[in-house]
């Protein structure tokens, strides 16, 4: 297969890491016989200290030119980058907002998964933690709160916010239908979470949602209060498989999810629309801290590419093969800084790579 591939290695660690992913993909592409093409584009302060903007329109059209985006990521030091001086629409994260939108991304995806040598950085008790879990967060990233309309104003002296919540039927249909697509890759259940007790936005989700379910009879779906699933979440977290939820409940829920990992160098995520088009990026920033000391940990990122085959290009087989190798060079003792742990042999980013890609 031929493989037409945007890269975005972004700023701080960004390059890096791309640069290891793509090694990854390479030798996966040799194994298995596929051809990548890669075009690199600029967005975030790379494309600032070059045209000035975060993110030109030449470098959409490649983008939508393409079959998937892989980036790295974006931004520099808050407090010291010059960057942040400048107007907030011209800053590195106004690209990731404008190719969010220009390429219709409204399906967020934050799989956490808690590897057994990883087990120690797991916040949870260790009764909860030994049964493992795997579990993938879909997020509605377009609609609800965050894009409803909004407004401050005075009523007699007195100031009042509003903020407003809308889904409309079609809107979670896509995002139901994406969510059990994925199921059916994964374990074959779907929870969907919402707050049906109060909101009407929640029941209308929930109605709808049961008939996208009818079309997946092979997939278990439940119903969960956001209230309830934020406590499962640390209480048992093995219960899940694919959590559906609207923008809000996803916003918080994914860093949760995250966060009992304990592991920010490994979360991979993929935005997706609703061709086979998708975004894949590791969840974490840009971390402008460690950049060019090639002591990053790169495997968020390498897993975005797995991400990439599986979902974007159908590649299941060689998703695997990108995941096993993971976990082989977690089980031979190979970690990073940000991982490191007794007994372990501490290696850096370039490193990494090059036992990811021998272990494909
Ligand atoms: P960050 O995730 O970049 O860093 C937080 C901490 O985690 C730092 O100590 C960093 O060294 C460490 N860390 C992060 N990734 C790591 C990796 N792969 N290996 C080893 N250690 C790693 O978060 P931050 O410091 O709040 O943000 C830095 C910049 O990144 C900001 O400009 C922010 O806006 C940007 N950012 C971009 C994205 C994105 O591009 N999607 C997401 C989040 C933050």
């Known amino acids: 297969m031929r493989l037409n591939i945007v890269c975005i290695p972004g700023d701080g660690i960004g390059p890096e890491i791309v640069r290891e992913a793509k090694k990854v993909l390479d030798r996966v592409a040799d194994k298995y016989g596929h051809e990548i093409c890669y075009k690199d584009i600029l967005m975030g302060g790379a494309s600032i200290d070059v045209h000035g903007v975060p993110l030109t329109d030449e470098a ?35 690209g990731l907002l404008k190719i969010r939108k220009a390429l219709n991304l409204f399906a967020n995806l934050r799989p956490a998964y808690l590897y057994p040598e990883l087990a120690a950085a797991c916040p949870l008790k260790e009764e909860i933690s030994s049964a493992g879990f795997d579990m993938l967060i879909m997020r ?3 609609g609800g709160l965050y894009f409803g309309e909004r407004k401050t104003i005075e009523e007699n002296g007195i100031r009042k916010a509003i903020d407003t919540l809308t889904y409309d039927e079609n809107e979670i ?14 374990k074959h259940k779907v929870t969907s979470v919402d707050k049906a007790n109060v909101l009407d936005s929640s029941r209308l989700w929930r109605a709808v949602v049961n008939e996208v379910a009818k079309d997946y009879p092979d997939v278990k779906v439940e119903h969960m209060l956001v209230d309830n699933c934020a406590m499962q979440l640390v209480k048992d977290p093995a219960q899940f498989d ?8 996803g916003d918080i829920l994914s860093d949760e999810a995250s966060m009992v990992t304990g592991s920010i160098g490994m979360l991979s ?32 990122t390498v897993l975005s590419a797995a991400m990439m085959l599986r979902y974007t290009f159908d590649l299941d087989k060689e998703a695997d ?12 003792g190979f970690r990073t800084g940000d991982i490191m742990s007794a007994g372990c042999t501490k290696v850096g980013c370039s490193q990494m790579g090059d036992l990811l890609a021998e272990r494909i």
């Open 173 to 186: 249909r896509r995002i139901a239908v994406k969510g059990f697509e994925i199921a059916r890759k994964r």
């Open 60 to 94: 959409i059209a490649e983008a939508k030119a393409a079959d998937a985006v892989l980036m790295g990521s974006i931004g520099g030091d808050t407090n010291t980058s010059p960057w942040y001086q400048l107007p907030p629409n011209l800053r590195p994260e106004a």
């Open 242 to 249: 694919v959590i559906l939820t609207e923008n809000m409940f």
């Open 269 to 300: 995520s993929a935005s997706l629309n609703d061709t086979r088009f998708g975004l894949y990026e590791p969840s974490h920033g840009s971390a402008p801290d460690i950049a060019g000391k090639d002591i990053a940990n790169p495997i968020a």
């Open 321 to 332: 093969s990108i995941e096993q190798a993971v976990k082989k060079v977690l089980e031979d």
């Open 140 to 142: 509605e990233l377009t």
